[in-house]
């Protein structure tokens, strides 16, 4: 594809269901990220993928939170027994993976999620 | 961690006029600083990235310099233009986590 992709761009749910945002990564990307955006708010680490290592899950705000990349391509983000302070745009970039972080970030275009 | 802090919060100028952003960083071994531009509604974008080994970098009419020393770096925005309006992000990153200012709302008035 021509860039990163992210499903669904909206998502409305109740509190306490769960979400699963999904991303798929510029082809060949090594490196995937996510990152959350609260309204008037920085955009917020929360997991890094890099090839075959080890996930950085530091920015995870709780045990809720989880994700995984399959294949070294698509990631799904879960969110478990959603709360309304979760309520944010979530934001999945991808970049080559060569340059270890000091390269562009291709950011897909987010998806919405509102908590009820 | 990395803690980047982004000056003012919201900008408003005149067409032609130029806009300053400002950031801070808090972590010493941070050696890339890149600013990403985000347009309403739309997904945010590379504008321009500067490394630790320089000091100012220019790309037309933006330009970020960079005080290694005081842990500051800054956008330049000269002649602004309508298409300029969006909000600006700053970050720091000591390796592959960026670390995000909060953001600045610019707003070029014709």
């Known amino acids: 594809g021509a860039g990163v992709s992210q499903s669904p761009s909206n998502k409305v749910t109740e509190k306490g269901k769960d979400v699963e945002l999904r991303c798929d990564p510029i082809?060949?990307?090594?490196?995937l990220y996510w990152y959350r955006q609260s309204l008037g708010q920085g955009l917020e680490f929360l997991i890094y993928?890099?090839?075959?290592?080890?996930?950085?899950k530091s920015g995870l705000p709780s045990d809720r939170f989880s994700a995984e990349r399959t294949g070294g391509s698509v990631s799904t983000l879960t969110i478990q027994r959603t709360q309304q302070e979760d309520s944010a745009v979530y934001l999945c970039?991808?970049?080559?993976?060569?340059?270890?972080?000091?390269?562009?970030?291709?950011f897909g275009e987010g998806s919405r999620l509102t908590v009820l | 961690g990395e803690n980047v802090e982004q000056h003012p919060s919201t900008l408003s100028v005149q067409e032609g006029d130029s806009a300053v952003i400002k950031c801070t960083y808090s972590?010493?071994?941070?050696?890339?600083f890149p600013w990403y531009k985000q347009e309403l509604g739309k997904r945010p974008q590379l504008i321009i990235d500067?490394?630790?080994?320089?000091g100012e970098k220019k790309d037309q009419r933006i330009a970020v310099t960079l005080n290694k020393t005081a842990k500051h770096f800054s956008l330049h925005i000269t002649e602004t233009q309508p298409e300029d309006s969006a909000v600006y992000f700053c970050?720091?990153?000591?390796?592959?986590?960026?670390?995000f200012g909060a953001g600045t709302t610019v707003t070029v008035r014709a």
């Open positions: 500067i490394r630790s080994n320089v």
């Open positions: 970039a991808s970049s080559a993976g060569g340059r270890q972080g000091k390269e562009e970030l291709f």
């Open positions: 993928f890099q090839g075959n290592s080890a996930p950085d």
């Open positions: 970050a720091a990153s000591p390796g592959y986590k960026l670390s």
């Open positions: 082809s060949g990307h090594t490196a």
């Open positions: 972590d010493s071994a941070s050696n890339y």
